[in-house]
């Protein structure tokens, strides 16, 4: 199975003209609860392509904490071992979306940084049993870098997608197989500037110095950059009409993490990937944007 490490939050979207200054109250046109956080939206992009899914990670003892359970059922993913918090309350992104279409966010992570590097050290069972381990960085670190650590150790290949960008000991990038930072996250990783995909490249370069195995880069409708010690290697992406750009990312991990646990080389698997991020950004939201495997298959052959 998949085993994914990572956060659950409830997204609360406001849709305004404007954003209030302070002291003041504006109405809003509109409202939405969506669950999200990307441990989330990664482990429903693989489940639905088929793929087994353990997800470990914690929510509050509370409604949204329930709710996201349910929906984590729901896409068929095994919740034995996401946690309920007695202190701490579900993880919440309070999203104000102005009539730009200019997000202003705010995350209180709650729940999801309760696990320490003791619960995770706890879970080593159901790590070694992983074909592959998922993370990304809305948890606690000590805890992310324990895992990989323990992952190492059993010889079980670990996708980090370093999303928000943190800065990363060498010991914790030295047990990643696969890094799947975007454009900006590569640049901060690196100590650099990344606007195009030969600084993109040279970031990747940096990264791979500092031990990790492969660097997949992703570079929005531009696709993905492989880089590892075979040299780098460009994945086109598939042209869309971009209708929301959320949960590309975590479907791009998704479907990676799913197409490696079939056999796939790298490269194959990076296109089946962009496929999938093509799909999810031509939908509204982000679980309920992620494609199903017989649409992926159809766009593949269209
Ligand atoms: P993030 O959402 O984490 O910033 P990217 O913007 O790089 O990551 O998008 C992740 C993946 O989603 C890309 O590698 C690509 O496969 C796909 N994707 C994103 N935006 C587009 C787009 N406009 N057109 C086609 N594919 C896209």
Avoid at 26 to 38: H, T, V
Avoid at 54 to 73: A, C, H, N, Q
Avoid at 157 to 184: C, G, K, M, S, W
Avoid at 225 to 235: A, D, M, R, W
Wanted: hydrophobic share 45%; glycine share 10%; proline share 5%.
């Amino acid at each position: 199975s998949i085993v994914i490490i990572g956060s659950l939050n409830m997204d609360m979207v406001v849709r305004t003209s404007r954003a209030p200054n302070a002291g003041e109250t504006l109405f809003g046109q509109d409202f939405a609860l969506s669950p999200g956080g990307k441990g989330a939206n990664q482990a429903a992009a693989a489940a639905r392509l088929g793929a087994d899914v353990r997800m470990i990670g914690r929510v509050g003892r509370d409604t949204f904490g329930s709710e996201l359970l349910e929906v984590m059922r729901k896409e068929r993913i095994d919740t034995e071992h996401i946690g309920q918090s007695e202190a701490q309350t579900t993880g919440v992104a309070s999203i104000v979306v102005d009539g730009e279409g200019e997000n202003r966010i705010i995350v209180v992570p709650g729940a999801n940084t309760e696990m320490g590097p003791a619960d995770i050290a706890a879970l080593e069972p159901v790590i070694s049993q992983a074909e592959i381990v998922v993370m990304q960085l809305e948890t606690d670190l000590t805890m992310c870098a324990h895992a990989a650590a323990i992952a190492h150790r059993h010889g079980i290949p670990v996708i980090l997608n370093p999303a928000p960008a943190r800065e990363l000991d060498d010991d914790f990038l030295q047990h990643v197989t696969y890094l799947t930072p975007n454009e900006t996250e590569a640049g901060i990783l690196a100590g650099m500037d990344v606007n195009s995909v030969d600084e993109a490249g040279q970031a990747a370069r940096i990264l791979l110095q500092k031990g990790v195995q492969n660097v997949i880069v992703t570079l929005g409708s531009k696709g993905a950059l492989i880089v590892n010690k075979e040299g780098c290697l460009h994945i086109p992406g598939f042209p869309v009409q971009a209708v929301d750009t959320v949960a590309a990312g975590d479907s791009f991990n998704g479907a990676l993490a799913w197409q490696l646990t079939q056999g796939k080389a790298l490269a194959e698997a990076a296109r089946f990937a962009n496929a999938v991020g093509a799909l999810a950004v031509g939908k509204q939201g982000a679980i309920p944007s992620l494609p199903y495997l017989p649409e992926v298959e159809q766009f593949l052959l269209d």
